[in-house]
């Protein structure tokens, strides 16, 4: 997909309440996320002055690759993900951690054969894009 805006600058956009509806795995990984996510207003590619929410979007993880997953099912029971596991979940992105080459993200996991639940996903990545055609709203968190 073109993408009208993109930016490389990880702390321009929060994924914290986003929900990833789609992976696409390949030499790339990306999350898309029908119902986008929020853009700081200090982020290059916003020159409202205002945080702002965006209409679909996607984080791309460059050349990357699936590391591990966990779902925790209750507090002592943890459950091993695989990368297909993944695409069947529903994702709410709680936190994102960037290290230098890899990314964390903590989610809650909906509608899991267990109930809802917590997860943790890591992949190994050289670099993250974050990708938007439009501004729809103030982000949530916008005085």
């Known amino acids: 997909m073109d993408w009208k805006y993109t930016s490389n600058v990880f702390d321009s956009v929060t994924l914290h309440d986003c929900t990833i509806t789609r992976w696409i795995f390949g030499r790339d990984i990306i999350c898309e996320l ?12 916003n020159d409202t002055g205002r945080h702002k929410r965006t209409g679909k979007a996607a984080m791309v993880l460059q050349n990357a690759d699936f590391l591990q997953g966990t779902l925790f099912v209750s507090e002592k029971d943890e459950k091993p993900l695989c990368k297909d596991d993944i695409s069947a979940l529903e994702l709410e992105v709680l936190d994102i951690k960037r290290y ?7 989610c809650d996991a909906w509608r899991t054969e267990y109930g809802d639940c917590y997860c943790e996903l890591e ?12 501004f729809t709203d103030d982000a949530w968190f916008q005085e």
């Open 123 to 134: 992949f190994s990545c050289f670099g993250v894009t974050y990708c938007w055609n439009e």
């Open 34 to 45: 029908d119902d986008g996510f929020d853009v700081f207003a200090d982020c290059p590619q």
């Open 100 to 106: 230098p080459d890899s990314i964390f993200l903590a």
